[in-house]
């Protein structure tokens, strides 16, 4: 199964998306739940219209799954709710002050930075797929 990126955007008001495989699919949702419905949907309806007109669908839209990238400002913006800074800072190792920074997109992480906030919250995840109640 093929991974297909889709970049996902935080505004004050709604989630947006796009596909950069696909130019022009592109969707919207007042939550994250349904933006990723919107742009299932955007996405087939996309593919369709590609075979109706005869263009050429690209290979890895045979057997795929889409995986949602954030920005570092808008995934932060995102788990605002869930995870405080320190909790972050515990998780990542990066200071509150810098996390600061990033959620309010006065500055963007570089790529090292952004791979430790990935990682941290990946491992976050795994081991709360092991816990059992």
Sequence with gaps: MEKVIVTVELTENNYSAYLEMLPGCVSTG?????????????????????????????????????????DPESLLMHYRGIFTNSALKRLTGINDR??????????????????????????????????EL
């Design 30 to 70: 007042k939550t994250f739940e349904e933006l990723k419905k919107n742009i299932r949907e955007a996405v087939s309806f996309h593919l369709d219209g590609m075979s109706e007109d005869g263009d050429e669908i690209p290979n890895v839209f045979n057997d795929y799954e889409l995986v949602f990238k954030f």
């Design 98 to 131: 810098q996390l600061q920074r990033y959620a309010s997109g006065k500055t963007k992480p570089k790529p090292a930075q952004s791979e430790k906030i990935t990682k941290a919250l990946h491992n976050l995840g795994k081991e709360l797929l092991v816990v």
